[in-house]
């Protein structure tokens, strides 16, 4: 009698937790999904001609981009099965596999070093990029932080500076590749979580007093991003027009080209060699060259329809009582904010040049396979949200 009054018992546990919801969420995913093909294309027509000098063929980064799409889409299709509550109670061991492959990245023989830096493992013909993992862990591990310890957060000092403690050793191992690019979106991805969980105000301002006061003196530490920030200044100088400001004239002179509705898909003549990482980093300046003022206007509408909806969704949660769904939600959104903010910024002259791409868009393996995932991971919360409602 015992074993059969317990059998429903656990059915219901299966059925509540575990059971593959597939509830999408159609604005989200129909956004993303203009990204990721919008991206496929500009990708083809951004990269065809480096392509064909180094290796000999017109559409290697196209293909290989399409590649990792695959990769990501069935990535995807495994995190839109796993529950939320899994990667709530596994992200602590999440976090410290970060750890580790951020400690790996620095050792020589396992890093692979390029352009100075070491943030990518080599995995043979292809590699991979710790730091992505990493964010993804620091968002679980603060989301599950603050729904265990929320009193503790809201009320003392202590509650609040143990994340930060542990968001400071992510980022003394992304100062020590470099990657002054992600140190920047994690610090402002992990504070603005802390704040939406219930922070009070003089903490969160003075952390993020102390953040800025951090960025600015590892900005000033390099002579090379000290090169960087006075080339932002007066990029068309004498000294910078062929230096340290090469890159941000010519994607300048894109946005120019470009005018109200572009040259045309296909016609750039700037990513003709003259603007370095056209496919990757500047590929918003091919974009505007070839599409003009209103197609980067049209990218950044569906940037922002789908930023909306993750917030929107991660509101849903929220009020539903799904608080860790809803603060990965609200770390995702932030997240995709920032780097597209921080992308954009550069490609236009409003922020310094800074190697961090454009998500769904730029050409990269690990940032895409990382964004997709992130994307089935809020539409699963968007499907167990919906189930609490039914049940409720």
């Given at each position: ?7 429903p ?9 575990y ?23 500009m ?14 063929v017109p ?53 692979q070093?390029?352009?100075?830096s070491?943030?990518?493992?080599d ?8 730091s ?24 003392s ?24 690019g ?20 003089g903490?969160f ?5 102390a ?27 004498d ?6 400001g090469?890159?941000l004239?010519?994607s300048?002179i894109?946005?120019g080209?470009?005018?109200?509705f572009?040259?045309g898909?296909?016609n ?8 370095p ?52 939600c609200?770390?995702?959104g ?14 236009t002259g409003?922020l ?41």
């Amino acid at each position: 009698m015992t074993t059969h009054k317990s059998l429903p018992l656990i059915t219901d546990r299966l059925g509540e937790h575990y059971q593959p919801l597939w509830q999408p969420d159609r604005i989200l995913l129909g956004s993303t999904v203009s990204l990721l093909l919008f991206g496929l294309v500009m990708i083809a027509s951004a990269g065809i001609d480096v392509s064909e000098q180094m290796f000999g063929v017109p559409y290697h980064f196209v293909m290989r981009h399409a590649i990792y799409l695959v990769v990501a889409l069935l990535a995807a299709v495994f995190v839109s099965v796993v529950p939320m509550e899994l990667w709530r109670r596994q992200s602590a061991l999440l976090l410290m596999a970060g750890f580790v492959l951020l400690s790996l990245v620095l050792l020589p023989g396992i890093g692979q070093e390029i352009k100075g830096s070491r943030r990518w493992i080599d995995l043979g013909p292809v590699g991979f990029q710790p730091s992505e993992l990493a964010k993804v862990a620091l968002i679980l591990y603060v989301g599950a932080y603050l729904v265990r310890r929320r009193s503790e957060v809201i009320s003392s000092w202590a509650g609040f500076l143990k994340p930060v403690f542990v968001l400071s050793i992510v980022v003394v191992l992304l100062l020590l590749e470099p990657d002054f690019g992600s140190v920047v979106v994690i610090l402002g991805t992990v504070l603005g979580m802390l704040f939406l969980g219930g922070v009070k105000p003089g903490q969160f301002f003075l952390s993020m007093f102390a953040a800025m006061g951090a960025v600015v003196l590892m900005a000033t530490s390099e002579s090379y991003r000290l090169q960087r920030l006075l080339a932002f200044r007066d990029p068309w100088a004498d000294e910078n027009v062929y230096g340290s400001g090469y890159q941000l004239t010519q994607s300048l002179i894109a946005f120019g080209r470009g005018e109200w509705f572009g040259v045309g898909l296909g016609n750039s003549m700037q990513k003709l060699f003259y603007l370095p990482e056209a496919h990757n980093d500047f590929i918003v300046a091919i974009i505007a060259e070839e599409l003009g003022l209103m197609g980067v206007l049209a990218l950044i509408a569906v940037y922002s329809l789908m930023i909306a909806r993750i917030f929107r969704i991660g509101r849903l949660a929220e009020i539903k009582t799904n608080l860790f769904g809803a603060f990965v939600c609200y770390g995702i959104g932030i997240l995709f904010s920032m780097q597209a903010f921080i992308n954009l910024g550069v490609n236009t002259g409003l922020l310094p040049t800074k190697g961090l791409t454009l998500p769904f868009i730029s050409a990269g393996g690990t940032s895409l396979i990382v964004s997709v995932c992130l994307i089935a991971m809020v539409n699963r919360v968007y499907g167990e949200t919906l189930n609490m409602e039914v049940k409720s």
